[in-house]
T-cell receptor, first 112, second 113 residues
């Protein structure tokens, strides 16, 4: 049972470009939509998150867009920098076993 | 405020040995979860503890066990280590057990030889 679909699996963007990663979910009971950023060998870090009462949230170069009717949310990285090269995970909820429900991850590479 | 702290950061063990990994949650957080992350894959859920009780368990063998102490810190124990246990072990904390606002530590790298 795949509750979360994250795309693309990998993404290469030129420096200064816009990176867009998408996450589609099934459970309408989810009420908090975070993105995690993970660098190789490090733990995932909470990057930005949104509640369903707003459609967009911006923090610096990072923006979350949320579409409740489509059950999708996306991460936009503006003016992408080589330091943004990492793996990004969406994690929109927990299951009944208190397990975080993750997307499969997107490996982002920003070319200088 | 200090984040989630884990120790040790790196360790090497021999097959068949036992390992204990430790985690201190963010102050005020009562829930601790453990995840295993093999290189190139997403984190796999091992356990969640809340108020010193196990709330959730992932699909891991009984060689894996954990506990949470009165100060909410936690230990993950793995017995009879196998080569396949080599991974990054992540601890995460949250205020409550059911929220998905969780914060991860930097992890403990375990290599089994």
């Amino acid at each position: 049972q795949q509750q979360v679909k994250q795309s693309p699996q990998s993404l290469i963007v030129q420096k200064g470009g816009i990176s867009i990663i998408n996450c589609a979910y099934e459970n309408t009971a989810f009420d908090y939509f975070p993105w995690y950023q993970q660098f190789p060998g490090k733990g995932p870090a909470l990057l930005i998150a949104i509640r369903p009462d707003v459609s967009e949230k911006k923090e610096g170069r990072f923006t979350i867009s949320f579409n409740k009717s489509a059950k999708q949310f996306s991460l936009h990285i503006m003016d992408s920098q080589p330091g943004d090269s990492a793996t990004y995970f969406c994690a929109p909820g927990m299951d009944s076993n208190y397990q975080l429900i993750w997307g499969a991850g997107t490996k982002l590479i920003i070319k200088p | 405020d200090a984040g989630v702290t884990q120790s040790p950061t790196h360790l090497i063990k021999t097959r068949g040995q036992h390992v204990t990994l430790r985690c201190s949650p963010i102050s005020g957080h009562k829930s601790v979860s453990w995840y295993q992350q093999v290189l190139g894959q997403g984190p796999q859920f091992i356990f969640q503890y809340y108020e010193k009780e196990e709330r959730g368990r992932g699909n891991f063998p009984d060689r894996f066990s954990a506990r949470q102490f009165p100060n909410y810190s936690s230990e993950l124990n793995v017995n009879a280590l196998l080569l396949g246990d080599s991974a990054l072990y992540l601890c995460a904390s949250s205020r409550i057990s059911s929220g998905n606002t969780i914060y991860f530590g930097e992890g403990s790298w375990l290599t089994v030889v």
